[in-house]
């Protein structure tokens, strides 16, 4: 286990030395003021296989990956080592170091090497395993190709380059006629084998899911460059001549990238945002085409319709470029999305879809919570609007959210600058694809605003209502105790007064002065007991202790007009009942005021968890709720306790007054 640790630091202590060292013998020899770029790129995309390597071999040992990698890099280094050394003992100062011929043999014929662990890397990327046990003879035999194209390459009699012409090979050499055929029949099984690492890769990615899939497009993202790498070669050899500078630098970008892309994949860090990158990647790169090809097209028309000279045909290529911009890059970022990144499409579309039906107004913003669900595919997702004022979140329809809701999930807040307007509670998964997860979150914001907007203002309205409620009920309450101080108080002193004073009449002598005064005195006190009764119960009835139903039948009792009266014996809130009296006290007052009226009914009764009670008649009708009315007084009085009260009143058909009140049960 020591030594496990310990090798990759080995490994790449070895590959820092050898990299010195090369990049010491290419001062020595003169030649890194020339050859600057290819050094520096060479040592690049060797450090950035061995450092992938080092991270991969000490976090994830049992993975093969790392220790290939570290081992690329360290052929890499050799291989600089063995160009630097040769040049250095052979051309720059020849007999200098020992063993140049080594040096050159290496330079010259150890190529196949370079192509060993890459090769191997895609025979068991991501896991470290063969994609079947079928695929062990398929590596096998590509080892072995390998193997013996290596040895038949070092002992090939094949003449060095011109600049290595005259040094001898230290190795006896073979001839054509011997070698030829192995040698062609290894290649060729060599070639296979790179063939067959890009088929084990296309293997995998075809019956693929979940993490595995998403490492498998992280490598392929890479291996894009690879064809890249091909064109900008045989562009510059088109070009210049031969190879350069750019096949350098696109060498080493490749080489980098995958070694990446293998380090991302492997160790899973933002898996899941591959496909925003790739759709970018190739949005930008169509894009930049098709703004390059607009450039020329409309600069080569204009140059040859006006001539050269003029600065028309740029700037008109530059205004039309400009002009295509906007509507080129949301138009290719879509066919790009809905190929690649389709997850992005398909939620984005869900959220545009959504928006038009609330511009249309067919649909309400509170909807946007199951909107985002269904676009970031998690039935869990949860949507709570934030208040500031209260600190504290409400869902859609504005009722407070236990905190231990939100426990357990995920939590990404929804801003609009530093206002937060929301949480998206959701399941941890959707956190490895934060891309996704803010651009739908983004393209939602002007729904979500308006949501929570309305979520508020239907808050505060709900505490007006409640707080009016609560005043009428107090108002109630009041009442109850003023009509229960005047029954149990003055009106029953005024009873004992008439009785005292009774009592003392009784004990004078009839007829008298006196006992005819007294008889009057006690008439006045039983007026005044009758009045008190009366105000008692316009404060309230007291029938209603027993409840609705007696109650309205007494009022009825003592209206001029003949009542029929249908009420339910359920009872109700004592706020309810109380309201519903009064209601049908007034429009009774009403109906014998100003209706003309012959017949008049009232009902009360439950209907889909409200009291309603109806009062109809057959009068002159045309009666209107005027500011101060009576019928103004029932509807405020109604809408306190969050009911809703209609008068239907036709000129001459009578007129029908109807209180809905809801229950609580």
């Not at 992938?52 to 993975?63: E, H, I, K, Q, Y």
């Not at 398909?346 to 269904?374: H, M, N, S, Y």
């Not at 709570?384 to 236990?402: C, I, M, R």
């Amino acid at each position: 286990m020591q030594a496990r640790r310990i090798a990759p630091w080995v490994a790449v202590c070895l590959t820092l030395a050898g990299l010195g060292f090369a990049v010491t013998l290419a001062a020595l020899a003169s030649n890194l003021g020339d050859d600057a770029l290819t050094v520096a790129g060479w040592c690049i995309a060797t450090l950035a296989s061995s450092a992938v390597g080092l991270l991969l071999a000490t976090r994830c040992g049992d993975n093969p990956i790392g220790w290939l990698l570290l081992a690329n890099g360290l052929a890499l280094a050799a291989s600089a080592v063995a160009i630097t050394y040769a040049e250095y003992a052979v051309l720059a100062e020849p007999g200098a170091l020992p063993g140049a011929e080594w040096a050159v043999l290496y330079t010259e014929r150890a190529w196949p090497l370079l192509f060993v662990c890459p090769t191997a890397i895609a025979f068991v990327f991501p896991d470290g395993r063969l994609p079947s046990p079928a695929w062990r003879r398929v590596a096998g035999a590509t080892a072995a190709s390998f193997a013996v194209l290596t040895v038949l390459s070092l002992l090939a009699a094949e003449r060095y380059s011109d600049e290595f012409a005259h040094v001898a090979s230290p190795l006896p050499q073979l001839s054509e006629s011997i070698i030829g055929i192995p040698f062609f029949l290894s290649g060729l099984g060599a070639l296979g084998g790179l063939v067959a690492g890009a088929l084990a890769i296309r293997t995998r990615l075809r019956r693929a899911t979940g993490v595995e899939r998403y490492q498998l497009k992280w490598l392929a993202y890479a291996a894009i460059l690879v064809p890249g790498t091909v064109i900008v070669c045989l562009a510059e050899i088109a070009i210049a001549g031969e190879e350069g500078p750019a096949l350098t630098a696109a060498l080493v970008v490749t080489m980098t990238a995958i070694a990446a892309a293998i380090g991302v994949a492997i160790t899973r860090y933002r898996l899941y945002e591959i496909d925003g990158l790739v759709s970018r990647t190739l949005a930008y790169a169509v894009l930049t085409a098709g703004l390059a090809a607009t450039f020329a097209a409309v600069s080569l028309s204009l140059g040859v319709a006006i001539g050269s000279g003029s600065t028309l045909p740029t700037a008109a290529a530059t205004l039309a470029v400009a002009l295509a911009f906007g509507p080129l890059r949301s138009r290719v970022q879509r066919m790009v999305d809905r190929r690649f990144d389709r997850a992005r499409y398909e939620g984005l579309g869900k959220v545009e879809r959504f928006l038009d039906e609330l511009r249309a107004g067919r649909t309400a913003p509170e909807g946007i919570g199951d909107v985002l669900a269904q676009a970031l595919g998690d039935p869990t997702l949860e949507l709570f609007f934030w208040l500031p004022e209260e600190k504290l979140h409400v869902d859609a329809a504005g009722y407070v959210v236990d905190e231990s809701r939100l426990g357990g999930r995920a939590r990404t807040p929804v801003r609009r600058g530093d206002l937060q307007l929301a949480t998206v509670v959701h399941d941890q998964s959707l956190g490895d694809r934060p891309g996704l997860l803010q651009n739908v979150i983004e393209a939602a914001g002007l729904a979500i605003e308006i949501a929570r907007l309305r979520v508020e203002v239907r808050r505060r309205l709900a505490e007006v209502e409640e707080s009016r409620a609560r005043i009428v009920t107090a108002g109630y309450e009041e009442r109850r105790r003023l009509e229960r101080d005047l029954h149990d108080g003055a009106q029953q002193r005024l009873v004992s007064i008439g009785l005292a004073l009774r009592h003392v009449q009784g004990q004078l002598p009839a007829p008298s002065r006196p006992a005819d005064e007294l008889n009057a005195t006690v008439d006045e006190v039983l007026v005044a007991i009758e009045e008190l009764r009366e105000l008692a119960r316009g404060v309230r009835p007291a029938g209603l202790d027993d409840g609705l139903s007696p109650a309205l039948r007494e009022l009825a009792s003592r209206s001029p007009l003949p009542i029929r009266v249908s009420a339910t014996e359920e009872r109700f809130e004592d706020r309810l009942e109380t309201a519903a009296y009064f209601v049908a006290s007034e429009a009774l007052a009403n109906v014998a005021k100003h209706a003309g009226a012959s017949e008049v009914s009232v009902r009360a009764a439950r209907q889909n968890g409200s009291l309603v009670l109806s009062v109809r008649d057959d009068g002159r009708g045309g009666a209107l709720p005027a500011a101060g009315s009576g019928l103004a007084g029932m509807s405020d009085r109604v809408a306190a306790l969050g009911g809703t009260l209609s008068v239907d009143s036709p000129s001459g058909r009578g007129t029908v007054v109807t209180a809905e009140l809801p229950c609580e049960w």
